[in-house]
């Protein structure tokens, strides 16, 4: 058959023969132009095979139900749901009519609350036996599973979403199958009643949830931990008089049987109660006197840290809440514990051992080193180190938890972000593997093909364009950066005794370390030849030493991408210009492996590489401007902005790199993309909290102030952006709505979605820093810098800028701020000596952990010089000037002589352009330079092309100690001695 041949041609199928039957009895109930929508889905499809077989027996069955080529979006549902799941196809010819069911009621389509999901399942009568309990609530479990599966793969659900979902589901079975045994027993038993002053109370039960059903992070096959715990001893009011503790011992071991009965549509979850007091051993039901004598007596220390995520899931809420707060101090140390860290940091590693020696098969994405338990693993101990000071600390939820330990400074932001993408990266994997079946599983499959499906089931949420290739390196590269942080981290919590070395240790240069990584594989190169000659051609000449790994992983993506083949192959410089990306940054090469068509972008780089044109992103700009306004949607305009932060910082660091562009002009660009970004969040922000009636540009009532990088117009790859916000004096009695927009605002630039993760957003600088308002008023900030403000925070505030908001007012409102600072601290004799004994505190602190920067010499030194030559001499405001600019008008003022202010500028720039190359890199900043070999001598070459300081055979230590020394003159001579 001529037309079916044709439609199946360009599906890829890994059993044709099985899809041309398939499509074959489809043809003969359907018309032409149904067949051609089902080729163009089935083409775009995660797994052909399964989304055509699903769509051939869904349509067998006659009957509206089945028809799905009806509707404009059923075919589509459908087969999305087909190709990603086999239990979800078993689901829905079982029940044809939940499609319809989703699709045709938006109510189905929205995150539903648990009074809801109650609600929808229905009074269970006690009269019913408990088979048909059972059976009901597996029923409704498995129709809601599907509700939040089609949320998932068709409406592109995010993962707190999904989780939250599916442990609201779990809580309302467990809910319903509670109040039906209750309900059962206190027909035969009567009511369970408990002693008190005042006569007989009746005694309660709740069910805690623990695991990932307690942290509100349920898998879609996950089990379900529970404890529980009742009121008091006592018994029941008849007719058959019982114990209160025989009473709730066949409430929970009923409510067990119903919810983990294997029936005809299934069980509910499958219950493990082995986490209860004393374990197996233990009582099913506790008194709560005795529960809390027990973890208060006898409780192991990992039984203790399992309760950081328990919460009442069932039952009385009062109950759980009063458990919970009486054994709450155990959980948390109200001191630094270092004996527990270690304690947690040996537990750890013998899990760790002992899974090894276990593991069979695949990746495991939780097990793993750095995979899902390490980084769940370590924000418990983290939480349980600092919530005994910090109750802010206390979430059993590890992405609330991440994001709390970033605001209260127990996580830096880098450290935040990489545990953040690897942690919703990892469980959506999880989550796609158990999807497949509804199986527990945390195994990724064996074989091409079957890892193949899975990259593309990836696609929708993390990468458009993800192959098994690139998921399998952002897999590793996660479980690297997990594993780094969490050595890094924990061990940093131990005390040690640290010296002060300047710099990292250097290798050990009589080691016979291999510099360079293999060439390109020849498979590679000859599959490029037989699809594009020239490339392959091309290829072979390229100049690439460090990177010919990644590039391998390139050459495999491109063979599949035809017209970006020739795109490339047809642009020698465009080739050049990626090649040197691949050399000189792995972190890019990463970026472009799961990014190909992002490759286009590089193109006017390319081909004029040292060529600073403003004009491009002008041109950028507006067309995203374009995209914003098309859109509908707050997610789908923050979607838009990330993609374009993405693609402009991309052109940047290509510019910076290939085209050797000056290091503060590189970061000019940067700070001028990430301004732009803000005034678009802050304006999407506006839009949002201000929808009837939003304030005009001109607006007075918000300034949005940058500080650190950003203010000086030095922002760079993996900076934090640092903000403060303003608020008229006038608009004070709007300050919710306000405070408000600025947290939509921090929302917006910093959530990490499909479409990456913009930057991170602090804002730790306000008056009384994380204990102040997030959003001010601008008297108050006057007068706190009038009567309380430190010395250093005149410093800080001097390297401030209006970005967003209405910009001449905070301008006015900056020069007034500079001026108090001035007047307070510029003109006291002691100011150097403040100075001094800042920095010296700093050095103490910081000096051993980031020594380039804050150690003896480091950059530091360079940037109290300028703040206290402004502070001494500059009664004038600056509006905006980077280091450069800084360091000519300080000059110009008599601050500096011509040779200081020419070492001062080389110093800096040498500075920027190290800290830029190690960011380049690896994506984030980082505290030393790199240990490996490979690595240091990228980062020398790349500090060759930026800064002009001169190594002259110096190995990259001696280089960075040589500047540092001279640095370290310079702060002396100014600052020490008072000048």
Known sequence: MPGVDQALSDI?????????????????????????????????????????????????????????????NRLGAAIRLFSHSSYLT?????????????????????????????????????LADEESIALALARFKRMQLLRIAARDVIDFAMLPEVALELSNLADTILQGALEYMVRKMTARFGRPLSPADHGPIESEIVVLALGKHGGRELNYSSDIDLMFLFTDEGETSGPIVITNKEFFTQVANGLTDLVSRITPEGICYRVDLRLRPEGSVGEVVVPLRSAIDYYHRRARDWELQMLIKARPAAGSAALGTLFLDSVRPLIYQTSTDFSMIERISETRDRIQEKLRRRSRGGTDVK????GIRDIEFMVQCLQRLHGGRDAWLRSSGTLFALHRLLEKGYLSMPDYAQLSAAYQFLRILEHRLQLEENRQTHTLPRGARKLEVLSNKMRDLISPHMSRESMELQ???????????????????????????????????????????????????????????????AVRSLPILWGSRRMELLLNRLVSMPSLCAEIENSKPLLACVADLFEHSPYLAEHLISRPEDIKRLKAVAESPSEENPSLFDHARAEVSEELEAQSSLSGKSDCLRRFYRHEMLRILAGSIYGRRPIFHSLGDTSRLADWVIQTAYRLAVDEVFPNSPPAPEDPSMQVIAMGRLGMREFDLGSDADIVFFLDDGAAGDHDRWTQVAERLIEIISTYTREGFIFAVDTRLRPMGRDGELVQIASRYKRYFEEIAEPWEAVTYMKARTVAGNIPRGTNSLNELQDIGWHRWGMDTELARLL????????????????????????????????????????????????PERIAVIHSTGGLDAAEAEEFYANAVFFRALDHACRVMTGHSTSRIPADRAHRAIVQELLSRWSQTPADGKSLPELIHEVQLKTRRLFGKILRHGR
Request: aromatic residues 8%; without cysteine.
């Open 367 to 370: 097990l793993a080193r750095g």
């Open 836 to 883: 001094v004994e800042m920095r010296e505190r700093i050095e103490r602190e910081q000096g051993a952990s980031h020594p380039i920067k804050s150690g003896p010499g480091g950059y530091y030194d360079l940037d109290f010089i300028l703040m206290y030559l402004r502070l001494k001499a500059a009664g004038v405001f600056f509006e905006s000037l980077n280091t």
């Open 90 to 126: 078993e689901t829905l010819l079982r029940s044809p009519e939940l499609l319809s069911w989703y699709l045709d009621d938006p109510q189905q389509q929205r995150l539903r609350s648990k009074p809801e999901l109650r609600t929808e399942l229905g009074w269970l009568s006690p």
């Open 475 to 537: 897999m590793r590269l996660h479980f690297d950066q997990v594993t780094e942080i969490y050595e890094r981290v924990i061990h940093s919590q131990e005390p040690t005794a640290i010296d002060s070395p300047l710099l990292h240790q250097p290798l050990d240069e009589s080691e016979d370390l291999p510099v360079l990584a293999p060439p390109i594989l020849h498979g590679q190169i000859l599959d490029i030849e037989r699809h594009a000659p020239a490339l392959a051609e």
């Open 12 to 72: 890829p199928f890994d059993r044709p023969a099985e899809a041309r039957r398939s499509f074959e009895r489809i043809t003969a109930r359907s018309t032409p132009e149904d067949l051609d929508r089902l080729a163009k889905l089935l083409h775009d499809s995660p797994d052909p095979d399964a989304g055509l077989s699903g769509v051939d027996r869904f349509t067998i069955a006659p009957g509206e139900t089945t028809d799905l080529f009806s509707a404009e």
